[in-house]
Nanobody, 118 residues
């Protein structure tokens, strides 16, 4: 079973930065596109960034220019660098494999909380 463990979240002020990490068990990241999702209470998870096997990236308009997704196949880790954070970025952030339709492939991990507030 593939397991996903997100880390790196925290409480920051607007304009500050965080880097999230996603550790993936099983060594499968080389086979799939990987994505970062976020979710607020009462709202469905939203795909905000993805990275393909060839390191091509895609971003939601709301984070474009501020967030950068990357991956390290050797360590089986996916990262999300978040700069210029805004209060509306507050959410629980999750990682997962992404299929051709933008849907998740594995069981969700616990996520990591990001709170942006002054």
């Amino acid at each position: 079973q593939v397991q996903l463990v997100e880390s790196g979240g925290g409480l920051v002020q607007p304009g500050e930065s965080l880097r999230l990490s996603c550790a993936v068990s099983g060594g499968f990241t080389v086979l799939y596109s990987m994505g970062w999702y976020r979710q607020t209470p009462g709202k469905q998870r939203e795909l905000v960034a993805s990275i393909s096997k060839t390191h091509a990236t895609n971003y939601a308009d709301s984070v474009k220019g501020r967030f950068t997704v990357s991956r390290d196949s050797a360590s089986d880790t996916v990262y999300l660098q978040m700069n210029s954070l805004k209060p509306e970025d507050t959410a629980v952030y999750y990682c997962n494999g992404v299929d051709a339709d933008g849907l998740s492939m594995f069981v969700w991990g616990q996520g990591t909380q990001v709170t942006v507030s002054s």
